[in-house]
């Protein structure tokens, strides 16, 4: 049962960073960002379900093996997902970034005309 959870649960959240991705949200950084929702996920349900424990209860070795798993995988869908989506172009927010590269607080969001979604 606790393979069927975790197998579950990668599948569902793989089609949540492919999401990202396709919404342009691509690179290390939001692998990260991933990571951390990967191990948010997982540490609802184990302990809504009372199969788990807080990490703060458990002993370092298992806490460093367990973010270690999930920061590898976060990494890995992240790189799929990334190389899948980067075939598709760019999506709405490198589209959006791309209008002025770097940090700008006057761009604006891009005219619907030149949107990639309908």
Do not use: C
Not at 12 to 20: A, E, K, P, T, Y
Request: proline share 8%.
């Amino acid at each position: 049962m606790n393979w069927t959870m975790h197998y579950g649960q990668a599948a569902v959240l793989g089609i949540l960073r492919s999401v990202m991705a396709h919404a342009g949200l691509r690179g290390p950084l939001s692998s990260a960002k991933f990571a951390v929702v990967r191990l948010t996920n997982d540490q609802i349900l184990e302990n809504a379900t009372g199969v788990g424990a807080p990490p703060q209860t458990w002993l370092r070795k298992e806490l460093l093996v367990d973010v270690l798993h999930k920061t590898v995988y976060a990494f890995v869908t992240g790189a799929v997902a990334d190389s899948l989506a980067a075939r598709t172009g760019l999506g709405p927010g490198e589209s959006h970034a791309a209008v002025r590269p770097g940090r700008h607080a006057d761009v604006g969001p891009l005219p619907r005309k030149e949107s990639p979604l309908p």
